[in-house]
């Protein structure tokens, strides 16, 4: 069969001729070939037609004239291509048969093509804003200077430190959390960056985690980066609403004692802090100048958040793969954020022989050191009084000193050669 026989078979469809008393179907029955390349394309039109009524939904609202107009335009459209093309039979008993089934098909077809192109279009020229009526804890954007003399010293400018706290509320008693709110300005060396650390905090089983990094200084407390949906004042997490431009992207530099015992210790999530290993000085800065540019974009551009291309994981991985190349090779677990931890552990990101301990850690060992909850289950971070600079100073120190109880340290590496060694030498240790 011709490739142009092949496709006109598969389009058409099937010519009937009438007699005295039975109709008979001149056409044979399509080949096994046609019905799967048939059933590709009803597939494909139907996942079409999903993706655009989902975005108008995401955008305008369930209960939208928009939506209902478009969604029962789109499902009126495909029921009847779907039927023309593949029950012709059906469709003459409707229509009238004098009208020319095929001819319609085509027509319609090309209007939902059209149609479906220029929603395409409406979708991709919404554009991310940064004038919305924000939720206190995303209402600020981080932007920095560098020092004139010294480029190293880095001053940031909102850096988020709210005071976390339960509260009953006075209509039911039930739990709230409140915060005091406060932003702060703080200056940091690049020249006394001394590590990395990756929070992982799960609140929906084991496969979705949100992930944090902090920064550790030789003299200085750390600080936390993350990249978070930036929530308007009636909006919650939606991880669905996230593949359809339905939340813009935030990012935020916060004190630990803000944005880790929020997760830990007022919403309940269950947080792990794992050190990373076998890192060189320059990595370490390379990744702090890559939250630098990204902040520079978010302030000179909004952003979109997605759930599966640009979120609070895979931005990470993105930037550390610049910095350190083929060291972190891809691997599904970027996508799935709950297992983030499991991959650094097979790669050598996390020291699998700690050498005050003894003897190895596996995995399940490296969880149950890192888990952060019972070492700050009692942790003041004093939101009921007004403390000082140099008192809010030492509480976020002694936040951050206690989540890394028992967790060794790992000093940066001299040179790429130690570092790399150092990484497949944990890694077959780990495997």
């Known amino acids: ?107 319609l077809t090309m209007l939902y093509s059209g149609l479906w192109l220029v929603g395409v279009g409406w979708y991709f020229s919404i554009e991310a804003k940064s004038d919305r ?33 339960l509260a009953e509320k006075e209509t039911d008693g039930a739990a709230e959390i409140l915060a005091n709110e406060r932003w702060e300005t703080r200056t940091v060396d690049m020249s006394k960056l001394s590590g990395i650390d990756v929070t992982n905090s799960y609140w929906m089983g084991p496969l979705i985690a949100h992930t944090l990094v902090s920064f550790r200084f030789e003299d200085d407390r750390p600080l936390a980066f993350s990249f978070e949906i930036r929530k308007e004042d009636d909006e919650s997490f939606s991880a669905f609403a996230g593949f359809f431009r339905r939340f813009e992207l935030s990012l935020i530099a916060s004190e630990e004692r803000d944005i880790i015992y929020t997760r830990s210790n007022a919403r309940g999530e269950q947080v792990y802090l794992f050190p990373i290993s076998h890192l060189q000085k320059h990595e370490v800065k390379a990744l702090f100048e890559s939250y630098l540019k990204a902040a520079d974009e978010l302030v000179a551009k909004p952003s979109w958040y997605n759930t599966f291309t640009t979120n ?39 020291d699998a022989n700690p050498k005050e301990q003894g003897q190895p850690w596996s995995m399940d060992t490296w ?65």
């Not at 009526?133 to 190293?152: C, F, H, I, K, M």
């Not at 951050?400 to 000093?411: E, T």
Request: charged share 20%; aromatic share 14%.
């Open 312 to 350: 609070c994981t895979n931005i990470i991985f993105y930037m550390a793969r610049i910095v350190s190349g083929e060291r972190l090779p891809w691997d599904y677990r970027i996508w799935v954020s709950g297992w983030l931890p499991n991959y650094l552990f097979d790669i050598g990101m996390l």
């Open 133 to 165: 009526d924000w939720q206190p804890e995303v209402s600020e954007v981080l932007s920095y200077t560098r020092g004139a003399n010294n480029p190293n010293l880095i001053t940031f400018y909102k850096v988020r430190n709210f005071d976390w706290y």
């Open 1 to 107: 069969m011709s490739r142009r026989s092949f496709f006109s078979r598969l389009l058409a469809p099937r010519r009937q001729a009438h007699g005295d008393t039975n109709t008979k179907t001149l056409a044979n029955p399509p080949s096994w070939l046609c019905r799967i390349v048939r059933f590709f394309i009803v597939v494909a039109l139907m996942l079409s037609a999903l993706w655009l009524l989902l975005a108008l939904w995401y955008q305008f609202g369930t209960f939208s004239p928009i939506t209902w107009l478009a969604s029962v335009f789109i499902v009126g459209l495909l029921a009847s291509i779907t039927m023309l093309e593949y029950a012709p039979t059906l469709a003459n008993k409707i229509i009238n048969k004098t009208l020319r089934t095929k001819k319609l098909s085509k027509f």
């Open 367 to 431: 969880y149950e050191r890192t888990h952060i909850n019972p070492k700050v289950q009692g942790f003041d971070n004093n939101a009921d009084i007004e403390l000082n600079e140099q008192q809010l100073i030492e509480n976020s120190r002694e936040f951050s000193k206690q989540i890394r109880q028992g967790l060794p340290m790992p000093p940066l590496a001299d040179s790429q050669m130690e570092a790399e060694s150092r990484a497949k030498s944990a890694a077959r240790v780990s495997s």
